[in-house]
Nanobody
Framework: QGQLVESGGGLVQAGESLRLSCATS????????MAWYRQPPESQRALIAQ???????WYTDSVKGRFTVSRDNAKNTMYLQMNNLKPEDTAVYYC?????????WGQGTQVTVSS
């Protein structure tokens, strides 16, 4: 039974940074591509970053150059370093395997960026 737990969110001012973590269990992490999603208030969840098993990454345009996704296979954990945060980054952030599984969604972690 796969379980993903997001952490690291919080309230920050524009221009500041946060590092999110996605701790996994019950999956063969090292052979799974992983992804970060976010869901702004009153909006649908959207893909923002992805990391392949070989470390190749992809980012949506709105976060490119500011966010960095990484993984630590020894810890079964994926990370999202978020720099120069903007108010439009305010959202609940989630992680999942690729392709996403509906039963793997966790509670997410709230990121709030004030102007």
């Amino acid at each position: 039974q796969g379980q993903l737990v997001e952490s690291g969110g919080g309230l920050v001012q524009a221009g500041e940074s946060l590092r999110l973590s996605c701790a996994t269990s019950g999956i063969h992490f090292s052979v799974r591509a992983m992804a970060w999603y976010r869901q702004p208030p009153e909006s649908q969840r959207a893909l923002i970053a992805q990391i392949e098993t070989d470390g190749t990454t992809w980012y949506t345009d709105s976060v490119k150059g500011r966010f960095t996704v990484s993984r630590d296979n020894a810890k079964n954990t994926m990370y999202l370093q978020m720099n120069n945060l903007k108010p439009e980054d305010t959202a609940v952030y989630y992680c999942n395997v690729v392709p996403w599984r509906n039963d793997f969604w966790g509670q997410g972690t709230q990121v709030t960026v004030s102007s």
